[in-house]
């Protein structure tokens, strides 16, 4: 029978849709870039988020080491300036003299922060310009106020106090002023310098957003496409399978039935092989096979089983008078005779020609004789389709211990070869024979 092609591999399921979604190699490939360009934005957002907030932390920081220094550089000037007015004060030369060295550490103070701000307004033209402008008016309150310490230490106090109200005072409100300037201008470097980076911290988020959406978009664009294929790889592998459930199904439909008629026709052959075409009954091939199993049986367990063999007499008269078509409905009368006499217990057959065998099971020598007698008599009574009454004689023998079968079916022969020799339509067993 010629087989319906099937598309479809020999592989299980999981395997074939594998290989075809090998085959859209250029789909997963652009799935997994995206997947991977996201990694590789997220990190490099991440990274650069951390640089820029760490280059405001820093320029904060420098801010804040400006003002600080600033602050104190002016704070040591005020110092400067109030120890100078406590040496003009103060009458007691210890106190004086503590107040002078107050007032030449306060100087140092004043030129250390000055210095350490120039280095760090360093290449900045704006801030190099305030500390110029710092160094100027140093320039001229520094030589004022040791002028007026000098001036105290030699007694011309009115004279310090005149200049110190008149002259540095003025210059160290200038200098506040220039401070308070320069301090609000730093203030306001570090808050653009803030707003600048959360603003590009902001737009960095935003990339990473627009970005992020659209490979989202994108992997969702190709997680539909790869859906699809894979949905309609997927009904055409349920297709694929229901035809091969169906054809499968068929053969093996087809092969049980195929199947059971070889057993339907193994049975027939055997039933043939084992079976008298003519009269049913069992053949003689069969008989001869029961016979060893009913002797194993009886050297096992002792069971007795009787065995008749009985002839039809006169049945070559029968032939020649009626035919032999007559004479084969004779022994096929018999053979009904037989099957409705003997009970389950008995195993009929045809041993050759007119001649017919019964097994009896669970059958002693005096069971045997009473049953083949009674069927003796149900023969001579019985009318034949011939219209003419006929008869039988049987030879009966029971089995003994370690008889061989064919020495037990000979002692049967010989009794039936007694009760033909002696008139016929009788039984005899072999002692009777004797």
């Not at 420098?62 to 704070?75: D, G, R, V």
């Not at 009115?158 to 203030?187: C, M, W, Y």
């Not at 592998?237 to 049980?256: D, F, G, M, P, S």
Request: hydrophobic share 40%.
């Amino acid at each position: 029978m010629k087989t319906k092609s099937i598309e479809q591999p020999d592989e299980n399921r999981l395997s074939w849709l594998a290989r075809n979604l090998y085959n859209q190699w250029w789909i997963l490939a652009a799935f997994l870039f995206s997947v991977a360009l996201v990694i590789i934005m997220a990190i490099s957002a991440q990274r650069l988020t951390e640089r820029t907030i760490d280059n405001a932390a820093k320029m904060a920081n420098l801010q804040y080491e400006k003002l600080h220094n600033l602050l104190n550089l002016h704070l040591s000037g005020q110092n400067r300036t109030v120890n100078l007015s406590l040496i003009l004060m103060l009458e007691d030369p210890f106190e004086q003299d503590k107040a002078m060295t107050a007032f030449y550490q306060s100087g140092r103070n004043y030129t250390i922060h000055r210095d350490k701000l120039a280095e760090l307004v360093q290449g900045d033209p704006t801030e190099m310009h305030w500390v110029d402008q710092i160094n100027a008016m140093a320039k001229i309150t520094g030589p004022l106020q040791d002028r007026i310490a000098n001036m105290a230490l030699d007694d011309q106090r009115a004279q310090g106090i005149e200049l110190l109200t008149h002259e540095v005072i003025p210059q160290l409100n200038t200098f506040s002023e220039k401070v308070n300037d320069f301090s609000r201008d730093q203030a306001q470097d570090t808050k653009q310098l803030i707003t600048e980076a959360k603003h590009q911290v902001d737009n960095m988020v935003h990339v990473i957003i627009i970005f992020t959406l659209l490979i989202v978009f994108t992997s969702v664009v190709l997680a539909f496409i790869i859906g699809r294929k894979f949905l309609r790889m997927n009904q055409r592998l349920n297709q694929a399978n229901e035809t091969l459930e169906k054809e499968v199904e068929n053969r093996t439909r087809k092969l049980y039935e195929t199947k059971e008629a070889l057993l339907e026709k193994n049975r027939i052959l055997e039933e043939l092989s084992i079976t008298d075409p003519l009269t049913q009954l069992y053949n003689r091939l069969k008989m001869e096979s029961l016979l060893e199993t009913f002797q194993q049986e009886f050297e096992q367990k002792n069971t007795p089983f009787s065995l008749l063999l009985i002839d039809l007499d006169f049945f070559k008269s029968i032939n020649d008078s009626f035919g032999h078509n007559q004479g084969d409905q004779v022994l096929i009368e018999l053979s009904v005779c037989l099957k409705l006499f003997f009970n389950e217990n008995a195993h009929l057959g045809r041993w050759g020609g007119e001649e017919f065998i019964v097994m009896m099971e669970n059958s002693d020598l005096t069971i045997a004789e009473q049953t083949a007698d009674a069927f003796r008599k149900l023969v001579e009574d019985h009318e034949f389709s011939i219209a003419k009454p006929l008869t039988v004689s049987i030879g009966i023998a029971s089995i003994k211990p370690n008889e061989p079968i064919a020495e037990f079916i000979h002692r049967a022969d010989m009794a039936l070869y007694s009760a033909k020799h002696n008139g016929r339509n009788q039984i005899r067993t072999e002692a009777s024979a004797k």
